[in-house]
């Protein structure tokens, strides 16, 4: 296999439905071979629609995909060497944990011992050795989920897409099963293809993100790169926390905000938005902005302190409880807040 060939790319990919909504944009992108790539954004972005167009599930009405170098163009879902997890696991209910992993092999008419071998191998994979015998009412939601990745995995597919596959598990148990994902992905050293709204799963889990709106990619890259240096001024609002403020260049190294107040950035004079995470502030005496503090929000491992600057100005901070103190600040206390100047991401748009 060919490193320097992507698993996938797509070129000029556009899907319109009725009433002239464009689900995909021209949307172009490279995907490595064994890579953990997240296709992430808010509902209605397009990245199903990117996920089904490679499965063959979505017809595009322009633009190309390959797998490996090879066209997909034309070729029905069942002739492209891909695989799905839905959302909703799709096993079926009678038919055991065996059968419903051997379920693909059998439609390839593979030899009975080459089965019952792979099944075996497979059930191993995902922690389920022993419940072969058991029908899927049986098993806890996340069973059900490694159940439906096994039975994905086994005919070996070279590219393996997965649609929304923990939105239906709680928290605890929707975490574990992020790791655990990761780590399949490293064992079978296969391209993965998630799409996801939670921007959280996304940064836990790829390799790289393609942040996704109004069918288009906003950004491509490292989830590191996307948290720390957004492209866009949705980019930096949709991942994580982001404190956005309305700018103005001085030309001077300094932005002036509506409220007249200036923070120290190196950027592009005219008017920007100014993008800071809130855990790159600290709460001190005396700061580049002063204010007072309207609510301390105390969340355990951290205190989030909501500071009005200003009728148009206002911050929000993330200070570590790293001494066991909770809110060091109290409601109504004047404080001063400190900006490093590398902390200020300038955004034009």
Known sequence: MND??????????????????????????????????????????????????????????????????????????????????????????????????AFG?????????????????????????????????QLSGGQQQRVALARALATSPRVLLLDEPLSALDLKLRTEMQLELKRLQARVGITFIFVTHDQHEALTMSDRIAVMNAGQIQQIGTPDEIYDR??????????????????????????????????????????????????????????????????????GTDTIYHVVVSETVRLRVRAPNSDGASARFATGAAVGVVIPADAVRVLQS
Not at 242 to 266: C, H, K, P, V
């Open 105 to 137: 092999l059998e439609m390839q008419r593979r030899p009975r011992a080459e089965i019952a071998a792979r099944v075996a191998e497979m059930l191993a994979l995902v922690k389920l050795e022993g419940l072969d015998g058991r029908k899927s009412s």
């Open 4 to 101: 320097a060939v992507p698993a996938i790319e797509g070129r000029d990919l556009v899907r319109e439905f009725a009433g002239g909504v464009r689900a995909l944009d021209g949307v172009s992108l490279s995907i490595r071979p064994n890579e953990f790539f997240t296709l992430l954004g808010p509902s209605g972005c397009g990245k199903t629609t990117l996920l089904r167009a490679i499965a063959g599930l979505e017809v595009p009405d322009s633009g190309s995909i390959s797998l490996y170098g090879q066209p997909l163009d034309g070729l029905p879902p069942w002739k492209r060497p891909v695989n799905t997890v839905f959302q909703s696991y799709a096993i079926f209910p009678h038919l055991t944990v065996a059968q419903n992993v």
């Open 230 to 299: 957004p492209a866009s001024r949705f980019v930096a609002d949709f991942i994580g926390a982001t404190n956005l403020l309305e700018a103005t260049g001085t030309g001077e190294g300094a932005y002036r905000l509506a409220d007249g107040s200036q923070i120290a950035a190196q950027g592009p004079a005219g008017s920007v938005w100014l993008a800071i995470r809130p855990e790159r502030l600290r709460i001190a005496p005396e700061g580049s902005l002063h204010g007072v503090v309207e609510h301390a929000v105390y969340e």
